[in-house]
């Protein structure tokens, strides 16, 4: 039997400073390139059409660039044990390299059922790191900030393409396990992953795209202007975090780029608070790597006892933006359609499902989840349990969404661009048009009721039974205790983030 080692691709989806591509390159064995569609991972309820969109559209990327090497990138849609089932009936597999994912559950019993595939095969399995976050076996809590930087600050791995061997496979076993191959010789009987109705940027080549867009075009004064303000933060924000959620990108290759070029006075200070977004990124994932309880539980058990009554009607008027507060529901339908919000929305989101609507923040989570093209488990749970006020950790901050139009939205324009109806409304009063006149609401052609749903809350009372409730916990001796141990136990928070005051919830 040929022996070969194999690459197994997950959420790294791009061919430089790619460790397990690297190691395996350097082994000198045959190499097979592989990605899996897996049912356990796309079945999953957190799991949108939107990602496998992303997915297909940077593997589609990095076919196109192993084509000149006549590589092929294969592709299927089985689990990645059922494909080391098939292989080992045909090579000898000496090692899978892969990379570490920061990840839920459902994906960590898939790593472990590999692991033991592997092991019970003979086959050495290597999870390398994937990017500045540390497996909770390696990180040293009190020097994981230093840990990072020196993360950062090491050599990229250098891929040669060229030096990758090629293992040969018939077309039986092609057919059998790799029946979605993107090559550019389309062979009768392949299906073909279908992406076309999502307008998506994914791929390694996209994401060096969009980085020198904003590197070179946006972080000169405006993006700290901008990232908050709803209408403006589609454009003006970097717009990597779907390229880092998927691999397309790394952090330490946005650094080496940041340390090569030369930047004026308002460029630095918005890159300052880029870097500080990317640090806060590093640290929400690091949290959860080390607590991936945080997935299905409350980080401070003391509130284990509220928002225990689960209201579809309001959950179904919320995701169908039909809630009555303007900006809640153009909100909903910018992710739905782009599948990007800014955290500033998806804040005030997230705050309205918990505090105003009163539900579990857990079970809102497949909503959530499958909307956003960057979800990212790591960075979500932890923002998530800020925001719903489920760790005690961070001042109480209920977003109440006619406050945030103003804030955000006071000019309503990103009210207009998702809900037309406000078209000929004031721009100061797209966010409440509850105080609109009668006589107010016939002139502008949005009548309460009828072309726009009342409010389905009232929000001053939700917010104050909110805040009451969960203060009233929070003074309880037992929640100050155990709240002063989960900080103690915390990852110490960067003095950069905030003065080193915890107080995540918003940026």
């Not at 976050?133 to 060229?162: H, M, T």
């Not at 405006?222 to 691999?247: D, H, P, V």
């Not at 225990?308 to 909903?332: C, H, Q, R, Y």
């Not at 009342?454 to 409730?469: C, D, G, R, S, Y």
Request: hydrophobic share 40%.
């Amino acid at each position: 039997m040929e022996v070969i080692n194999i690459v197994w691709f997950k959420k790294d989806l791009r061919l430089s400073d790619h460790a397990p591509l690297y190691y395996a390159i350097k082994a000198g064995l045959p190499i097979l390139l592989i990605y899996c569609f897996e049912p356990s991972q796309t079945n999953h309820p957190t799991y949108g059409e939107v990602h496998r969109a992303f997915a297909a559209s940077s593997l589609a990327d990095l076919q196109q660039q192993l084509n000149p090497y006549g590589h092929v990138l294969h592709i299927s849609n089985l689990e990645f044990t059922r494909v080391l089932e098939v292989l080992l009936s045909h090579y000898k597999i000496h090692s899978v390299f892969t990379h570490h994912e920061v990840t839920m559950l459902h994906t960590r019993n898939r790593i472990e059922a590999v692991a033991q595939v592997c092991a019970n095969n003979n086959i050495t399995f290597n999870q390398l790191t994937s990017d500045s976050i540390l497996s909770k076996s390696l990180v040293e809590p009190q020097n994981w900030l230093q840990q990072r930087n020196a993360w950062i600050n090491s050599d990229l791995f250098a891929i040669s393409l060229d030096k990758i061997q090629k293992a040969n496979l018939s077309e039986e076993i092609i057919q059998q396990i790799f029946p979605l191959n993107l090559t550019e010789r389309k062979s009768k009987g392949r299906k073909q992953l279908k992406y076309e109705n999502i307008q998506i940027i994914a791929g390694e080549t996209k994401a060096q795209q969009l980085l020198n867009d904003f590197l070179l075009n946006k972080a000169k004064g405006e993006y700290r202007k901008n990232r908050n303000i709803a209408f403006n933060a589609g454009t003006w924000g970097s717009r990597l975090s779907a390229s880092l959620a998927f691999g397309n990108i790394n952090i330490r290759q946005i650094y080496r780029q940041l340390k090569s070029l030369q930047f004026n006075a308002a460029a630095k200070l918005d890159l300052k608070a880029f870097k500080a977004q990317l640090l806060l990124r590093d640290f929400a994932k690091q949290v959860f790597e080390i607590n991936p309880q945080l997935e299905h539980q409350n980080l401070n058990y003391v509130v284990n006892g509220i928002r225990l009554k689960w209201n579809e009607e309001m959950f179904d008027a919320f995701t169908s933006a039909k809630t009555g507060f303007p900006l809640i529901d153009a909100s909903v339908l910018c992710l739905s359609k782009t599948g990007f919000i800014s955290h500033s929305l998806r804040a005030l989101l997230i705050s309205f499902v918990a505090h105003h609507l009163w539900l579990d923040w857990r079970k809102a989570t497949p909503y959530f989840a499958g909307q956003m093209i960057d979800f990212d488990p790591g960075i979500y749970f932890w923002n998530t349990q800020i925001i719903a006020g489920c760790t005690g950790l961070t001042p109480l901050n209920i977003l109440n969404p006619i406050k945030e139009a103003g804030r955000t939205d006071k000019n309503g324009l990103f009210i207009k661009q998702w809900l037309p109806r406000f078209k000929l409304v004031p721009g100061a009063l797209c966010g409440q048009p509850q105080s609109l006149k009668q006589l107010e609401q016939e002139m502008y052609h949005l009548r309460l009721g009828r072309e726009y749903p009342l409010p389905i809350v009232n929000i001053n009372e939700t917010e104050l039974f909110a805040k009451q409730h969960l203060e009233k916990i929070y003074q309880k001796p037992v929640a100050i205790k155990e709240t002063a141990a989960i900080l103690e136990s915390l990852l110490p928070v960067p003095a950069i983030l905030n003065n080193g005051k915890l107080n995540l919830s918003r940026n």
